[in-house]
């Protein structure tokens, strides 16, 4: 059975998903199994990254391509009840690799992971192993540089291809990640990519993930923006309150 792309709402200009993590899990799994030659490209929404990409015109083109845009972050919920929209749950990039890890193991596939460091690397390889035993997993590092060469690229997409990986996870960071994803991935021989950069340091335990606690209030940031200030502050004290006056004066421009 083919299913309907996924309900969107659009939030400034970005079609974000509406559905809660659990009614993913069917696009996860169709996806995983398709085999249309299509590599589909999952994204994460949160008030920075639109930010950010009203100063990047390749970052917003990547957002705007993703086959599926979840809202990652409190203040796309708030945007859409503002609005009057139907989004009511954060869905976050950790929810995506777990829905995607219950399909690939459930199906005893491939899982690769491309992007951080060798060490970060060999700690996601051992968990996986603990936690998903029926998961073939490979890993890629690629060399720290703020833009790749062709020849990086190449070493890249051969990686992947001769695994060839029901899933790809991208961790670059964003906006790096979704650019070279939406650049690359029609190279690539995978099913599924997902640009979620945190989630390999979470899923790794060089950062701690906050509590369930916080995330169910949503002030996962709280605790986040305690302890790595110099890399967060930014993201709260101006990306988040630019968001939330762009979000108010869309409002304003399209109230009947």
């Known amino acids: 059975m083919t299913l309907a792309p996924p309900p969107t709402e659009r939030v400034l200009e ?7 993590p659990a009614g993913l899990a069917p696009y996860m799994a169709a996806w995983i199994d398709a085999e249309d ?15 950010v990409a009203r100063h990047d015109p390749r970052f917003k083109a990547a957002l705007l391509a993703a086959d599926l ?19 009511r ?14 399909a690939v193991n459930a199906r005893g596939g491939r899982m690769m ?9 060999a700690i996601i390889r051992d968990k996986m192993a603990q ?3 029926q998961i073939s997993v490979a890993t890629h590092s690629p060399p720290y540089k703020p833009e790749f060469t062709a020849e990086d690229n ?11 990986p029901h899933v790809l996870w991208v961790g670059m960071t964003a906006p790096k990640q979704e650019k070279w994803v939406e650049a690359n991935r029609a190279h690539l021989d995978t099913r599924l990519i997902g640009s979620i950069g945190a989630v390999f340091d979470f899923y790794a335990g060089r950062i701690q993930r906050p509590a369930k ?5 949503g002030l996962e940031w709280l605790p986040r923006l305690v302890g790595e200030p110099k890399r967060l502050w930014r993201r709260m004290f101006v990306s988040a309150p630019a968001f939330v006056a762009a979000v108010v004066r869309h409002r304003l421009r399209n109230r009947d």
């Open 89 to 102: 749950e954060r869905v976050t990039g950790f929810d995506l690799f777990q829905l995607a890890c219950q």
């Open 37 to 51: 030659g299509t590599a589909r490209h999952l994204a994460c929404a949160n008030p920075h990254s639109i930010e």
């Open 213 to 217: 606690v916080w995330r169910d209030l």
């Open 69 to 87: 845009l979840v809202p990652d972050g409190v203040g796309v919920v708030f945007a859409s009840k503002f609005n009057g929209g139907t989004i």
């Open 154 to 164: 190449a070493a890249m997409h051969a990686a992947v291809n001769q695994f060839r």
């Open 14 to 20: 970005y079609p974000v998903c509406t559905l809660p």
């Open 131 to 133: 936690d998903w035993p």
């Open 113 to 121: 992971f491309l992007g951080s460091s060798d060490d970060v690397l």
